[in-house]
């Protein structure tokens, strides 16, 4: 989603930059009243935090709900702390395939940056010191998934030493020592309730406070209803490989060897779930009051949630095509739940590969038909494109997609070489077509995966011109327009009312400017700028900006 929900905050009292909170709502709920406002100048806004003496501002931010009133503010600080023991992993955790984190050691060499103690400001409560402030489980570094549905509590985890200090919807618990032991938890609950291995297969389940049950091999997947009523959780008393859901602490379904998937159908207090059990190969999915049992030699993949509609495959193995596909001799029949009605439908068969897309709150499904060809899917089977290719994996690796709120398809793919090959060569002509008809066509190395404003409708494509990794020389297809950027661009950022686009660059010394429209947005260069927030037409913006 382009249009972020959330403003930058900067200034000895932690202040909005360049716009006022008032001016920076309104301008983001389209009702600007197109006050001047002159280049670089900076207006105070909303006091989140005063620094006392000693202490730095780090990182700031202001959640917005979807109507775009106030839900939360964010504040990190720092003060120095050049002699504290710095104690670390070693791994990076947000690397694509981390390997695992070992216990906590003494870090002899620490940076300079992490001689500091850190503190977490939100809505006005201070949290910490901490030597460090990560999420959880250490793999969503989104703060709008730390934080309640009221915007009233938030969920972190504060490094201290060599454990791990959680902080579960603004409640303290029992510290850990590896992200492997982290409490699981509902952060988006508002309740504190969660569970954690206090020893090996020895779990304990906290309940807004309350030790209520202990010794169990496991207790995992907690989740509530929206309304708060309804605690759900995934759990095995006595042996660990036979699971239970529970609600309210009584069991509704399994046993289970392992429960894949497992939730509250949105808007209900009726469980959806998706578990196998391995002593006699039986797999069901279960929707509400709804039984779907899954065939032997067949498993459940592409499982997805959203408040209209519950959707996963049914995906079978094809031993008799294995000779020629290898792994991709496999086909895919995909279900369908309505979340108003309750029914469940099913198209397919479809075969080799299957992804599954949300847009304005519909899924789409890119696949093959048995023959080849390219397929576009909405619900029903319904399709929306078809095309004859050569490779079809290969096509659909390649190829970025989006979809309008009037359901137009943008479809971006790889046009083949006249031998057919669309992987090998270093450079490639990629074609965007609306709706099937040819709107542009570039020479370029990479694209990333296609975006929409969700504000205006708009798609927005961007394309590697020079080299797939590091690219200096971009190309954005923004709503038909076509704007070209050089330098490194680090974050971009559509206006939510017009075809606008800023970016983040980093400069030849490494420093941050902020672009507009491929060219400068204004003569200041930075040492840091992150978080920017455009105006919906697009003319001001704001952003964190730092200076060392």
Known sequence: ??????MAVFGVMIFAFCLSSADLLSQLKGKSQNKAHTAGEAKLGQKIYTLCPGEEFVYGKIGLFDDGQLKYTLAVI??????KPIYEANFDPYASRPVGEPVMKLNNNPRAYEKYDFWLI??????GPYDRILDMTQNDPDIDNWVSRDGKHISFCGVKGQKYYPIINNQAYVPFWTT????????????????IEWSQANFRLYENGPKVLDGWKSIKQITYSEDGTKLMYVGARDNRNEKYVYVNHEKIAGPYYLVSKAGFIPGTNKVYCAGFNIHNNYKQVILGDKRVDI?????????HVNENKIVFTIETRVPEMSAKYGALARKFTVMEYDVKTGNISRHGEYWKTLNVHEFNGSFYYETLSKDEEFLYLTYGGRWLAKKKVKDGPAFILYARDVVTPDGTLYLAYRKAKPDGNIEKARKFTYVITKNGVKVAEYDAVFAERARLNESNGEPFFVFYLDQAVGALDRMFYYGGSEIRSDGYVMETVCAPESLNVYSIVRTADTRRRVYKNGKPADELIRDGVTEVVVSGDGSIYAALVSNT
């Open 1 to 6: 989603m382009l249009l972020k929900k959330a």
């Open 78 to 83: 720092r003060k120095p702390s050049s002699e």
């Open 122 to 127: 939100f809505n006005g409560r201070k949290f």
């Open 180 to 195: 492997g032991q982290a409490p699981s938890y509902d952060a988006r609950s508002g309740k504190s309730t969660n569970s």
């Open 295 to 303: 065939p032997d030699g067949s498993g459940v993949t592409n499982f």
